[in-house]
């Protein structure tokens, strides 16, 4: 489009004009056809011999990704318990990617008559060196089961990371996602359970929480103490609301047995009124301070 435009101007000047700037046209035109190639981005292909899919887990998270040295591109599927999928994109050496840059899923470049189903993803987030996103990430995923490829673009790359040798590591994957327990460790780490003035007994919610809690605990074998702390607001008297704390951590300890667990990685202690969390002058504060503190400890 440049190249035409300057062609159609030139056609109007005068031929003694065009002689004695001639070779300065010619020059701006060179120079102007050079900047506007450098400004693309050139496609590069992940080369089908050294493409490699790979599957990681831990207890409660499975990855699926790709590493390109020649670009230094990494791409990571990530699904954490109970979270969204999440896909992850870093580069080597780069303390900082654009947010410019998308995600996409591509047709193989070489062209086929299989029709493909295929996901762009524009908005991107900035976590450290990387960029991660979890909107449209099983998309992604699913496109790249049916042999779409995986392309990171912006102004300056963009990286297309076939599929090849992709199934045995999806089918890992797969395994994993739908064997993940009902909760992660960072949710499950420190958790509340709140009770009305004087209860006792649990709610549906508050076991079904110690259900999933249960569940983690007994794949994680990092996992090696329970601290189960009971509390109270300051309403009444202080050694009956003592008595209440220890009841209240016993409850939950007891569920937590019946769920499996080992009586001797729990440790229950209860506080009563003493270490007020919230504000007992306020009635949202008393409400708050009327809890059961469930925390897991790793190894």
Same mark, same amino acid.
């Not at 699926?64 to 050496?93: C, W, Y």
């Not at 049916?146 to 300056?156: L, R, Y």
């Not at 189960?228 to 937590?256: C, E, H, M, P």
């Given at each position: 489009?440049n190249?035409?435009?300057?062609a159609?101007?030139s056609s109007?000047?005068?031929s003694?004009?065009r002689?004695r700037?001639g ?9 102007w056809?050079?900047?506007s190639?450098?400004?693309l981005?050139?496609r590069?292909?992940v080369?089908?011999?050294?493409v490699?899919?790979?599957f990681t887990e831990?207890?409660d ?21 109970a ?6 994109v ?7 990617l654009?947010?410019s840059?998308?995600?996409n899923t591509?047709e193989?470049v070489?062209g086929t008559?299989?029709?493909y189903?295929?996901t762009t993803?524009?908005?991107v987030?900035? #976590?450290?060196?990387a960029l991660?996103?979890d909107d449209?990430?099983?998309?992604m995923?699913d496109d790249m ?5 995986? @392309?990171? @673009?912006?102004m300056?790359?963009?990286v297309?990371?076939?599929t090849?040798?992709?199934k045995?590591a999806?089918?890992?994957f ?8 009902p ?5 499950a780490?420190r958790?509340?359970l709140?009770?009305? #003035?004087?209860?006792?007994?649990? !709610?549906?919610?508050?076991k079904?929480?110690i259900n999933d809690?249960? !569940?983690?605990v ?12 009971g509390?109270?607001d300051?309403s ?8 209440l ?8 300890? #007891?569920?937590?047995?019946g769920n499996g667990v080992?009586?001797?990685?729990i ?5 009563g ?11 949202q504060?008393r409400?708050?301070n009327?809890?059961?503190e469930i925390?897991l400890v790793?190894?």
């Amino acid at each position: 489009m440049n190249k035409y435009f300057w062609a159609s101007a030139s056609s109007d000047i005068s031929s003694a004009f065009r002689r004695r700037f001639g070779k300065v046209l010619g020059a701006c035109l060179i120079s102007w056809g050079v900047m506007s190639t450098s400004a693309l981005a050139q496609r590069y292909i992940v080369p089908f011999d050294s493409v490699e899919w790979r599957f990681t887990e831990s207890v409660d998270m499975c990855e699926l990704n790709s590493f390109d040295p020649h670009t230094g591109f990494s791409v990571q599927f990530i699904l954490l318990a109970a979270s969204p999928m999440k896909v992850r994109v870093e580069k080597r050496g780069v303390r900082s990617l654009p947010t410019s840059t998308s995600f996409n899923t591509t047709e193989p470049v070489w062209g086929t008559s299989q029709s493909y189903t295929t996901t762009t993803i524009e908005r991107v987030n900035k #976590q450290g060196a990387a960029l991660v996103t979890d909107d449209g990430a099983t998309l992604m995923l699913d496109d790249m089961a049916s042999g779409a490829w995986f @392309n990171v @673009n912006a102004m300056d790359f963009d990286v297309y990371f076939p599929t090849t040798n992709f199934k045995p590591a999806l089918e890992q994957f797969n395994e994993c996602r739908y064997g993940l327990p009902p909760v992660n460790f960072q949710h499950a780490r420190r958790v509340e359970l709140r009770f009305q #003035q004087g209860a006792v007994d649990l !709610t549906e919610g508050q076991k079904r929480t110690i259900n999933d809690i249960s !569940t983690l605990v007994k794949r994680d074998s990092r996992i090696i103490k329970i601290l189960i702390d009971g509390y109270t607001d300051n309403s009444g008297d202080s050694v009956a609301n003592l008595q209440l704390s220890k009841q209240r951590g016993s409850d939950v300890a #007891q569920w937590f047995m019946g769920n499996g667990v080992s009586k001797q990685m729990i440790e229950i202690r209860g506080h009563g009124d003493r270490y007020p969390k919230y504000d007992n002058t306020t009635q949202q504060g008393r409400d708050k301070n009327r809890r059961v503190e469930i925390r897991l400890v790793r190894k």
